[in-house]
């Protein structure tokens, strides 16, 4: 069985492009970094901006269909450029990560992270590569991807940040942002949200400067068949919205959702109705929607409203569109708080909660990488490892071994999308899986009728047919069957021994396939090998002679 070595192309087929040479900065020339200077500027100008080249040239590739552009398909190509510089290596050193390290920085720039979470990140993984301890079976680069993926996961916050509740009264949202952000659209879609909960929902038109942001509303509300409570512009916010709440306790409704003036830029007069409403209504969120397309600039605003008003989150809309991801990178570290949504299209059910470790994935496209990764770190732990080594090496294989093995191997088996890329597993058919999985039910009804003592001593099975017997009547197997299976571990033995020198090397899960094959020895042969199954049945038949019996 050859070890071959993973090959990382999982990703979708958008981000395999190669990258022309030059096209990063073509695409997006050098940013400046100049955090909140500059925010308010770039938050306006980017949400009305025309659509970039990229973005024209792959719609016109789409022969008149609109091709959405591959969410952090440059991100993603940026960084693969990383896990190619460690193709052939060993292991990670301190000066073989230099080139991938410069590669992911160099990516996050160009997907607009604002440098000072750049400098941290990096400076994290890197220490992270160096003190990783070597995963049998998994490549240096699969390994830098996982740590890449924890740490991104970490740096968008970790965990799902849900909606909070109030415990009595209405929940009341607030939502706050500049215009043309998508607040309006997702009020509607947050009562959309809210209603597939089960939860009754009203919405209040608090915008007064502009009566067709009330008419939107008021459409969209219908659309999504939740009340819209307005006053028109003829009463201020902190009035509107503190009726409002008295109108949805009357009528006990669940969860309002307030949409209120968004301004081109931000402004006193704007800060001092958002803190007239909160202080209104006590609200039990306040949300800052944000447009993705803004970068790191969505991440100052938050951090601005968080300063100015008090906010428990934020909602990033339009990552269906252009999005190099900087926002969804950035939020959280930038501003302490949480992206609870995000916003992928114009339609109603197009709002979803923001799940880091999803959006990492989306950002690495190696789903198939890291199952990959964790599996074989939850299988192959170290520790596990040599520990397996010594009692190979003094010869004391048991059926606790055994059966660890074997479920090792069914472990990973189940995992039949990621079996081709289990090196040393990728002649392994599925049906051969199935097959393991079978048998190890099988063996493991026999071992679980073994006392502590036999797993431990198979020798005392191997002696006494008495013992035999009584495990095959508890096991509801036949004596023949027990026999097979102590004579197996004792072939088992042998071969884990021959085993030893790969298992010392670098070779990936060594002696897997001999698992396979043993624990599927007694199954049908493949077509064509009848005459090796022969042979086989008749070395085996001579060990199971050699089983001596009482
Ligand atoms: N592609 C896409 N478009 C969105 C998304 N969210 C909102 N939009 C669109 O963005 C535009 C502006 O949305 P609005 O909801 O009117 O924005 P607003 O922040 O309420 O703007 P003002 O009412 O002017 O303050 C509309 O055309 C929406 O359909 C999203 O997630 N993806």
Not at 431 to 453: D, G, P, W, Y
Request: hydrophobic share 40%; with cysteine; net charge positive.
């Amino acid at each position: 069985m050859e070890a071959t070595a993973l090959t990382l192309s999982s990703r979708p087929a958008a981000a395999s492009r190669s990258p022309a040479k030059g096209t990063f900065a073509s695409l997006h020339p050098r940013r400046r970094f100049s955090a909140h200077a500059v925010h308010l500027r770039a938050a306006q100008s980017a949400s009305l901006r025309a659509p970039s080249p990229g973005a024209r040239r792959r719609r016109r590739r789409g022969s008149g269909l609109v091709v959405r552009a591959e969410m952090f398909g440059q991100l993603t190509t940026g960084l693969e450029s990383a896990w190619n510089k460690l193709r052939g290596v060993d292991v990670l050193t301190k000066e073989n990560i230099v080139e991938p390290m410069r590669d992911i920085r160099r990516a996050l720039l160009e997907a607009d992270v604002s440098l000072p979470v750049v400098r941290r990140f990096v400076s994290s993984i890197s220490e992270k590569a160096l003190g990783s301890d070597l995963i049998r079976g998994v490549r240096p680069e699969q390994q830098l991807v996982k740590i890449v993926h924890d740490e991104l996961v970490q740096l968008m916050g970790g965990e799902v940040s849900d909606l909070v509740f109030a415990k009595s009264g209405p929940t009341v949202i607030l939502l706050a942002g500049l215009q043309g952000v998508g607040k309006t659209t997702v009020c509607a879609k947050l009562a959309f949200y809210l209603k597939k909960l089960g939860k009754s929902c009203m919405l209040v038109a608090a915008d007064v400067y502009r009566p067709a942001a009330i008419d939107q509303l008021t459409i969209l509300g219908e659309q999504v068949g939740v009340p819209v409570y307005s006053e028109r512009t003829e009463a201020k916010p902190a009035q509107i919205t503190k009726n409002a709440v008295e109108e949805a306790k009357r009528k006990n409704i669940d969860a309002i959702v307030m949409d209120t003036a968004g301004r081109l830029q931000i402004d006193k007069s704007m800060m001092v109705e958002l803190k007239e409403v909160k202080k209104a209504v006590n609200p039990t969120e306040v949300l800052l929607v944000v447009d993705a397309m803004t970068g790191q600039e969505a991440a100052a605003l938050v951090t601005t409203f968080n300063i100015e008003i008090g906010i428990t989150g934020a909602i990033l809309t339009k990552l269906d569109g252009d999005s190099r991801g900087g926002a969804a990178l950035s939020v959280k570290e930038v501003s302490g708080k949480p992206i609870k949504f995000v916003g992928r299209g114009e339609r109603m059910e197009d709002l979803e909660l923001f799940y880091p470790d999803r959006m990492a994935q989306r950002v690495l496209g190696m789903g198939d990488v890291l199952s990959f990764v964790e599996k074989a770190q939850e299988v192959m732990r170290q520790e596990d490892a040599v520990e397996l080594q010594k009692k190979i090496m003094s010869a004391k294989f048991d059926f606790n071994d055994f059966l660890k093995q074997s479920q090792n191997v069914a472990k990973m088996g189940s995992m039949s999308r990621v079996v081709g890329m289990i090196p040393g597993m990728n002649k392994v058919t599925p049906a051969q899986i199935r097959e393991a999985e079978k048998r190890l039910a099988f063996v493991e009804s026999m071992i679980n009728a073994m006392t502590a003592e036999e797993r431990e001593k198979p020798e005392l099975l191997a002696e006494s047919r008495d013992r035999r017997i009584r495990v095959a009547e508890e096991s509801g197997k036949s004596e023949h069957e027990v026999s097979q299976l102590v004579a197996q571990l004792f072939q088992m033995r042998a071969q884990m021994q021959k085993l030893m020198g790969v298992m010392t090397g670098q070779e990936a899960l060594p002696g897997m396939g001999n698992l396979m094959e043993s624990l599927n020895a007694d199954e049908k042969a493949p077509p064509g090998t009848a005459r090796r199954k022969r042979r086989h049945s008749k070395t085996r038949q001579r060990e199971l002679d050699a089983v001596p019996s009482s």
